[in-house]
């Protein structure tokens, strides 16, 4: 079983930065994949940034060269900072983790972007 803790929304103005965080517990491969995805009502789910045990990371078209996202292994902990922050970047953001062909996900944390 896997468990994953969100921390680091809020609410911040139009062009600042947030920094989240997700950790993850429990039974942890080496190999896996940990991300972020958001989801704003009525809308499905979609990915934001996602990144390997290896280091590969991978941006949606939308947030690429404004957020980073990265990760320490020795901590099984991910994070995704944010910068130039829109209006548009409000939604609830999820923390996400691959392995053995398997999902979890953490319980999400609010960003709020006002203009």
């Known amino acids: 079983q896997v468990q994953l803790v969100e921390s680091g929304g809020g609410l911040v103005q139009a062009g600042g930065s947030l920094r989240l965080s997700c950790v993850a517990s429990?039974?942890?491969?080496?190999?896996?994949?940990m991300g972020w995805y958001r989801q704003i009502p009525g809308k499905q789910r979609e990915l934001v940034a996602l990144?390997?045990?290896?280091?590969?990371?991978n941006y949606a078209s939308s947030v690429r060269g404004r957020f980073a996202i990265s990760r320490d292994n020795a901590k099984n902990t991910v994070y995704l900072q944010m910068t130039s922050l829109k209006p548009e970047d409000t939604a609830v953001y999820y923390c996400?983790?691959?392995?053995?062909?398997?999902?979890?996900w953490g319980q999400g944390t609010q960003v709020t972007v006002s203009s």
């Open positions: 996400n983790l691959r392995q053995y062909r398997t999902e979890y």
């Open positions: 429990g039974s942890i491969s080496s190999n896996n994949a």
């Open positions: 990144i390997t045990s290896g280091g590969f990371a």
